[in-house]
C-alpha cells in the first residue's frame, strides 16, 4: 500500500513539509511501510517554504523594507528561470500587528529584484500578510507616485488622503515581466466581505479602524484604472491582489493551482493506492477551495481514496464527503487556545498512526459523514 501526504501548513504550528513529515513518521509507526510527503500550498501560509523543497528551486536573497520600514533579509526562488516569493517574508504578521501603520514596500523591492534578476514571470503567494495598504507600499517601491498635496507612501491609514496616483514612472522593466498574485481567497478589495473588515481585526485594528480602512480601499479603488472589486481575490493580502492587477497589470490566480503543477502533484495521486491532506483546523470554510477540498477533488477525478487529517474539526464538514474525502482523524477534539508545538507534534503522529491502523484494516468512516 503506498500513501500520499500532500497537506497545507497547520497554521501556528507547522509547515506543510514538517506537518508531512511528522505524519508520515506516524503512519510508518502504524504499520504503512511506503509513504511520500509532496508539501505543497494553496498561495496562504508557508507557500515559501513549499517552493524552497521543490526540484530545482534556487534560492535568492535581497535587503528590503519590512512591514514597518525597517531593515530585513528575505528569501526567495528561482525554479527554470521563474521567480517565486512570498510576501510575508516582507510585510508578514511576524513583523508585528499594526495594520494601520504596515506597507507593502518590501514585496515591491522583492518583485523588482526578481526583474532584474532576469525573471519573465514572478509568482507571488499573498497568505499570511499583516498589510492593509491595497498595493500601494509594493506600487511605491516599483516607481509609482502617490499624492496628496504632497508626494507620500500610503499606508492603511492614511488612504484616503490620497488625491492623484502617477503611475507613469513605475519601473520599466517591469513592463516586460508578468506577475501573478497567488491567492487562497476570493476576499473582494472592499466591502463587508472586503480585505479590512474581514481580515484587518486579525491584524491587530480595531473595530473602528477596520471601517476606517475599508472607506480608505473604497476610496483608492475609486482612482484605479481597473475595477478591482469586481476581481475575485483582489482582496487578498490586504489588496495586494488588486494592487498586482491595478499598478503592475498583473494576474491573480490560485495559488493551489500554481503549486500543484510544479511540484507534479496530479500524477502523484495517480500512482498512489491512498492520499492523506490535512490542515490546522477543518471547518465549513475547508469546502470553499481550501487546500484539501481540492486535493480531494483531484482524488476524486482518479479515484482514490482521500482521507484530511487536521488539527481540529469545527461546525458542519459534511460536504466534504460529496468532494471525495473518506473521513476525517483530528489532533484535538476542539482548538486549542493556545498551541503547544511539541504536544501537537506529538498528538499528530499519534493520531496519524491511528489513520494508519484504520485504514489498513479498511474500516474507517468518520462520524462526520
Known amino acids: 500500500m503506498k500513501i500520499l501526504v500532500a497537506c497545507d501548513s497547520f497554521k501556528g504550528s507547522f509547515s ?30 508557508g507557500f515559501g517554504s513549499v517552493i524552497a523543497r521543490a526540484e530545482g528551486a534556487e534560492k535568492r536573497t535581497a535587503k528590503v523594507k519590512d512591514a514597518f520600514f525597517g531593515e530585513t533579509e528575505a528569501e526567495y526562488h528561482f ?6 516569493i512570498e510576501s510575508a517574508r516582507a510585510c508578514g504578521l511576524r513583523f508585528g500587528k499594526d495594520v494601520m ?47 496628496s498635496d ?7 491609514r492614511n ?16 513592463k516586460n515581466t508578468n506577475v501573478f498574485a497567488c491567492t487562497d481567497v476570493d476576499t473582494p478589495f472592499y466591502g463587508k466581505d472586503g480585505a479590512a473588515l474581514t481580515f484587518s481585526r486579525q491584524k491587530g485594528a480595531t473595530a473602528e479602524e477596520a471601517l476606517r480602512l475599508d472607506d480608505g480601499m473604497k476610496h483608492l479603488a475609486s482612482l484605479l484604472p481597473v475595477d478591482v472589486n469586481s476581481l475575485p481575490g483582489s482582496g487578498a493580502a490586504g489588496g495586494l491582489g488588486g494592487g498586482i492587477a491595478a499598478f503592475l497589470g498583473g494576474k491573480i490566480v490560485l495559488g493551489f493551482d500554481v503549486i500543484e503543477r510544479l511540484v507534479g502533484l496530479e500524477e502523484k495521486v495517480v500512482k498512489a493506492d491512498i492520499v492523506i491532506t490535512g490542515e490546522g483546523r477543518t471547518d465549513s ?57 511539541e504536544d501537537a ?4 503522529r499519534a493520531v496519524a498512526c491511528k489513520a494508519a491502523e484504520t485504514i489498513k484494516a479498511g474500516m474507517y468512516f468518520s462520524d462526520d459523514f
Open 16 to 45: 506543510s513539509a514538517k506537518a508531512g513529515d511528522i505524519i508520515r513518521s506516524g503512519l510508518i509507526e502504524g504499520g504503512i511501510r511506503e509513504v511520500e510527503v509532496c508539501p505543497v500550498s494553496d498561495g496562504g501560509d
Open 79 to 84: 525554479i527554470n528561470g521563474d521567480a517565486y
Open 285 to 341: 470554510q475547508t469546502a470553499h477551495g481550501k487546500l484539501p477540498a481540492r486535493v480531494a477533488e483531484l482524488c476524486k477525478v482518479h479515484r482514490k481514496p482521500c482521507y484530511i487529517i487536521s488539527g481540529s474539526v469545527k461546525g458542519d464538514v459534511s460536504p466534504l464527503a460529496d468532494m471525495g474525502v473518506s473521513g476525517i482523524f483530528a489532533s484535538y477534539a476542539e482548538s486549542p487556545v493556545q498551541i503547544d508545538k
Open 150 to 156: 504632497y508626494s507620500f507612501i500610503p499606508t492603511g
Open 159 to 174: 488612504l484616503r488622503e490620497i488625491k492623484r496616483i502617477d503611475t507613469s514612472s513605475l519601473f520599466p522593466i517591469l
Open 345 to 348: 507534534e506529538k498528538r499528530l
Open 101 to 147: 501603520r504596515a506597507t507593502s514596500y518590501g514585496v515591491g523591492q522583492l518583485i523588482y529584484s526578481a526583474a532584474v534578476n532576469g525573471a519573465e514571470n514572478i509568482y507571488l503567494g499573498l497568505g499570511g500578510s499583516g498589510t492593509n495598504d491595497g498595493g500601494c507600499g509594493m506600487a511605491c517601491a516599483l516607481g509609482v507616485k502617490f499624492y
